[in-house]
């Protein structure tokens, strides 16, 4: 019966095989440098144990009856490996089947030795070499082997052997030959490996025989440039040893002028299998040397690099292009230095021709100069090194060094002598060495250089890479590069100092801030700086002009007298003002002549004018501040009485229309008030919530009476209201600066119109302008129909003083002033305009949510109502004003107590008990002012809160005294709803306080 557990045992084990096979050939391969009987011996004893190994691995038939692979495995070696490494295979194969013994033992032996047998017996029989063994003839081997094999079975006692022969002959003849056959095809293979490798070794001994007598370099290479072996002209060639040439590849013997080429080289042999080439190369000594190199593939990844020694021949090319190159570099220098104005700009060009066309690593220049206590020195001027070298200019050792310092007190006595220095570094006396070793030169050439029959310094050529040797044709062409060197410092020290005198006068008409210009005896300008090349523009409206007749206003003749002002001459040209002084020259050999100096006073004059004009608006403004804010006093009492008296019930209804007229008028009284404290700059600069229609409303009223009538003023809106957070005073100043502007812009008349829209975005990118955030704007244009600003002048028209005005007519600030209130407010400017249709100013303002006006946002959902006997300090030194708003407070139901000031006021609270709950105060007061007294409230920890009542309380002032604690204050005059709510506001916010836990 077929046993398909049996065909998987012997399937594991065929594979097994084949395994341990693939190992031992990786294993054996390595060791052909032995001796055949010693490789056939490990053959024998490695297959024996790959024996041993399958056997382990049986497929069991009966207790006893095992069957593997070891047919297979003995009867290739017989076939593959002879005599001697079957014998010892088969002995121990047989020896291990005794060991694991059974009634099957001595068949497995017999098997062993059959199956070997045959294997030698066919090895023997074939003639041709066995790489050339085909499949069939394998195949054809293992079913003869097995065949034998299962005969070998009958020698079994006979039930057991026909039982076996029933069981095994199928998987046997099936597996075994197919086992034998892809073993077989394993060891073909290494067959045909051991006869290249044998072909291979008796190439490289004749080729070994014929590199190592060859003549010139040879040098096996891998694939990646590393020596493989040399031969002796190699190490002759390069002064190495084998085994140092060894640890190096080819790139580490090239000079570096050769590697990108040696590289190519080398990548062209391996892509074409073959190149050529002359490269340079270095010797263990360092000296540069020339090969012939021609590169061929041996195989794979395997060069051969043939190099003959060619430096010969290369030196004296190099020694003829050199020649030839320093006779163009001499040439080009003689042509730059007949050219020279500076022979300084030259040096770099030079000395750069002549670095490349002595193959030098760097070229270098010094001057020699005098030190403080006479001693000879030399400083590094000029240098140019290769790219691949060290520049050392910079180095401070070698500026202002001395020559004895530095080691080379022979070299300034050979070189004043006029005799060069020409030597390597290592023929140098050692003191010479020590700096010149440092900085990694080995051979240098220094020239002299005379000027004016006196050593002034020399001219140096040095090699890092290797020692250079000078041909005298080199030193010659070299030394006349010096020579014309000196001659032409020579030259140029001679025109230099020729033209000094003149270039200083340039450089002082130059110089000075002033315009200056030099008039012959017949008016000619013989010379003028460029300051009066342009006052000459305005002067004499021609910036060229030759001869001068009259300058400004003025003729030239009265210009050239002595001046009776103390500014000289005073010159108008146009709205400009200039002064004019004449100075004779005289001990000149020419006819007289006259030095003009033109100064620029337009400037100078019109900020002494402003300067006035500031000092008396200054005084102006103080004296309008003391007046307005005594009427603030008078208009607040007389309109908190008006007030007061509308409320009566008995008036008749022309009385409260007259009250209602005098509160009107007193309001607008007020108004003006706070545009004198607004000249004076004393209110406070506050925002606060803001309907920007009456405002804009009010302002067109007020340019309707004061604009030319023949400009027409509209206001175009959709909205109904439209509130901001501003500051209306700024916001004022801002619609008049525009509105002036655009007057001045329409001197014929035309149409001048203020759009208000709201507009909203969701995305920075939807913004008008940059830097906007979204959410809600006010848009305000002013548009007028003027003449238009010119492109040029529109990036510049927020600048201070800019304007495109006549001088004398504005002075640039009003658009600097309109664009910094538009910032302060969080808002944004543009500006768009076209000559000769007009100009549109476009105002963004964030939208500000509506709250009543003059309560704190807290406060405000919270309506005014009448006191409930609280005590309420009231400070006011205007006696009218005190007692009006102390009838006005107990009215309202507040009890009121009065102080002058605030040091009476301090009196008074020292000896209450308890304290008020709120302090009503004026802030400009005798002997203590409102903030002294709220101060010394703060320092005493007194928590009483206050109102202040004020005029003109300052910006700063009202942020800091907020910082202390301040509850809020209320501009005169206080209208009474106002005052009234806010005192409600901050005495409810106590009342919170004290019942919070």
């Not at 084990?13 to 990786?26: E, F, K, R, S």
């Not at 020692?467 to 000196?486: F, K, N, Q, T, Y």
């Amino acid at each position: 019966m077929f046993d398909f557990s049996g065909v998987q045992a012997l399937l594991y084990n065929g594979a097994l095989l084949l395994a341990m096979a693939l190992i031992y050939d990786v294993i054996v391969s390595s060791g052909r440098s032995n001796a055949l009987w010693q490789r056939q011996i490990a053959s024998g004893i490695s297959i024996g144990v790959i024996g041993i190994l399958v056997m382990l691995t049986p497929w069991v038939l009966e207790p006893g009856v095992i069957f593997d692979t070891r047919s297979v495995l003995l009867s290739l070696t017989g076939l593959f490996f002879g005599p001697l490494s079957s014998v010892i295979a088969v002995l121990i194969t047989a020896l291990f089947r005794f060991y694991l013994g059974g009634p099957g033992a001595l068949t497995g032996v017999i098997a062993i030795l059959v199956t070997t047998w045959i294997g030698v017996a066919w090895r023997l029989w074939r003639k041709p070499s066995l790489a050339s063994i085909s499949w069939r003839e394998l195949y054809l081997f293992g079913i003869v082997v097995h065949l034998a094999m299962l005969a070998a079975m009958l020698t079994l006692p006979w039930p057991l052997s026909l039982s076996v022969l029933q069981t095994i002959s199928l998987p046997v003849l099936v597996i075994y030959p197919l086992a034998t056959l892809f073993l077989g095809l394993l060891l073909k293979l290494r067959r045909r490996r051991e006869l290249a490798v044998e072909a291979l070794e008796q190439s490289e001994f004749r080729y070994r025989s014929y590199v190592d007598n060859a003549p010139h370099g040879v040098f096996v290479l891998d694939g990646q440039g590393r020596c493989q072996e040399v031969n002796p002209a190699a190490c002759r060639l390069t002064g190495r040893t084998r085994g140092e040439l060894l640890q190096l590849s080819i790139f580490d013997l090239l000079a570096p002028q050769s590697l990108d080429d040696g590289i190519h080289h080398f990548e062209q042999a391996r892509r074409e299998g073959h190149a050529s080439g002359e490269l340079a190369y270095r010797r263990k000594n360092g000296e540069v040397g020339w090969w012939s190199a021609a590169a061929i593939r041996l195989s794979g990844d395997r060069f051969l690099e043939y190099a003959v020694d060619i430096t010969a021949r290369k030196q004296a090319e190099q020694a003829l292009h050199r020649r030839d190159a320093l006779l163009e570099a001499l040439s080009f220098a003689a042509g730059r230095f007949l050219e020279a104005e500076q022979w300084e700009e030259e040096m770099p060009a030079i000395l750069e021709h002549l670095g490349k066309a002595a193959e030098a690593d760097g070229v270098f220049l010094f001057q020699n100069e005098t030190g403080p206590s006479g001693k000879l020195l030399a400083s590094f001027r000029f240098e140019w090194v290769a790219p691949h070298a060290v520049g050392h200019r910079d180095n401070p050792l070698l500026q202002h060094a001395s020559y004895q310092t530095l080691g080379f007190s022979r070299w300034a006595r050979l070189l004043s002598n006029g005799e060069a220095i020409c030597d390597h570094v290592r023929n140098l006396p050692p003191d010479e060495q020590a700096l010149l070793q440092t900085i990694g030169v080995r051979s240098l050439l220094v020239l002299p250089i005379e000027v004016e029959r006196k050593w002034w310094g020399f001219l140096g050529f040095s090699y890092a890479k290797a020692e250079h040797a000078w041909s005298d044709a080199e030193i010659e062409a070299l030394r006349a590069v010096s020579r014309a060197l000196g001659v032409t410092i020579e030259r140029l020290a001679t025109r230099q100092r020729v033209r000094q005198q003149a270039d200083e006068l340039a450089q002082i008409m130059e110089g000075v801030p002033e315009g200056l210009l030099l008039l012959d005896a017949e008016d000619h300008v013989r010379a003028a700086n460029p300051r009066a090349r342009e006052y000459l523009r305005w002067l004499t409206h021609d910036a060229e002009s030759t001869q001068l007749t009259h300058l400004g206003d003025q003729p030239l003749a009265r210009l050239l007298t002595s001046p009776t002002d103390r500014w000289g001459h005073l010159v108008k040209a146009g709205q400009r003002t200039f002064e004019v002084r004449a100075q004779l020259v005289e001990h000149t050999p020419e006819p007289a002549s006259w030095v003009v100096v033109i100064r620029d006073l337009t400037n100078e004059l019109f900020v002494q004018e402003q300067l006035q004009r500031q000092q008396r608006l200054a005084a102006i403004g103080q004296l309008a501040a003391g007046i307005a804010h005594d009427f603030n006093n008078l208009m607040s009492v007389i309109i908190l009485y008006a007030q007061m008296m509308v409320q009566s019930s008995a008036l008749s209804a022309q009385d409260r229309e007259r009250l209602g007229v005098i509160e009107r008028q007193g309001l607008r009284a007020a108004r003006m008030i706070r545009q004198i404290l607004d000249f004076s700059r004393r209110t406070a600069i506050e925002r606060q919530q803001l309907d920007l229609l009456p405002l804009l409303k009010e302002q067109i009223k007020l340019l309707q009476r004061t604009l030319p009538e023949n400009v027409r003023i509209e206001l175009e809106t959709p909205l109904q209201e439209c509130f901001v957070f501003a500051d209306p005073a700024q916001l004022e100043q801002v619609v008049m600066n525009l509105a002036l502007n655009a007057r001045d812009a329409m001197p014929e008349g035309g149409e001048l119109r203020f759009m208000v829209e709201k507009i909203e975005f969701a995305h920075e990118k939807g913004a008008p302008l940059p830097g906007m955030t979204p959410g809600e704007w006010i848009r305000l244009q002013v548009r007028d129909t003027g003449v238009g600003i010119a492109p040029e002048h529109l990036e510049h028209i927020f600048e201070p003083f800019f304007t495109t005005k006549p001088v004398g007519v504005g002075v640039g600030l009003g658009l600097s002033q309109v664009h910094g209130i538009v910032g302060q407010h969080g808002g944004h400017i543009s500006v768009a305009s076209e000559v000769g249709v007009g100009t549109t100013v476009t105002i963004f303002l964030p939208a500000h949510k509506v709250l009543e006006p003059g309560v704190d946002p807290a406060a405000a959902s919270s309506p005014s109502s009448p006191g409930r006997g609280e005590v309420i300090l009231l400070v006011e030194d205007e006696e009218a004003l005190r007692s009006t708003l102390r009838e006005v407070l107990e009215g309202w139901n507040y009890r009121v107590l009065t102080a002058t000031n605030g040091k009476e006021a301090l009196a008074i609270l020292e000896t209450m008990d308890p304290l008020p709950d709120l302090i009503l105060s004026d802030v400009v007061m005798p002997e203590m002012s409102g903030i002294a007294l709220f101060k010394t409230l703060h320092q005493r920890q007194v928590n009483i809160p206050i109102i202040f009542l004020s005029g003109h309380l300052r910006g700063e002032e009202l942020d800091q005294l907020r910082q202390y604690g301040l509850q809020a204050w209320l501009p005169k005059p206080p209208g009474a709803a106002l005052l009234a709510q806010t005192i409600a506001s901050v005495l409810q916010k106590r009342v919170g306080a004290t019942n919070k836990p």
